[in-house]
């Protein structure tokens, strides 16, 4: 699926927004689609770990923690772990159509901090059966 890239104006517009609310939103719905089996009550290696997501083409940045019944929104500077990559290469992770180590290895999706949290998220994630919380629209 490829996505149009977003005019210049609405990516600078993007990165100059405060970044908190739109954590606090993507903590809520992970929490909600993933909390039970990826929090740390489910995973206490990742226990307060500290991740952000940094979408390169928007200038977004989603900072995150793992708490016990899910994830909540971070304002923290230092992360355990940075993951970024572009919208649509993240869109193909989420929805499974691109593996991790391929976009790793070809440079789109770029890892810093600590490489074992890494490799313990991807395994976790690709450990999941994905089973939509959400009823299907009718």
């Known amino acids: 699926m490829k996505l149009p890239p977003l005019p210049d104006p609405v990516r600078r517009l993007l990165a100059r927004l405060p970044q ?3 954590s606090a939103a993507f903590a809520a719905a992970l929490t ?7 929090g740390a009550d489910a995973h206490p290696e990742l226990a307060g770990k500290l991740i952000r997501l940094h979408v ?6 989603l900072t995150f923690r793992v708490t016990p019944r899910g994830f909540a929104p971070s304002g923290a500077a230092n ?8 919208a649509e290469d993240f869109l193909a992770l989420a929805l499974r159509r691109e593996d991790p180590d391929t976009l790793f290895f070809s440079r789109r999706l770029l890892m ?8 313990l998220v991807k395994n976790s994630l690709d450990a ?3 089973r939509p919380k959400l009823p299907a629209p009718r």
């Open 32 to 38: 909600l689609l993933l909390g039970e089996t990826l």
């Open 20 to 22: 908190y609310p739109a």
């Open 112 to 119: 810093e901090g600590d490489t074992e949290l890494g490799l």
């Open 79 to 86: 992360p355990d772990l940075t993951l970024a990559a572009a």
């Open 128 to 130: 999941l059966e994905f």
């Open 56 to 61: 390169t083409d928007a200038g977004v940045t």
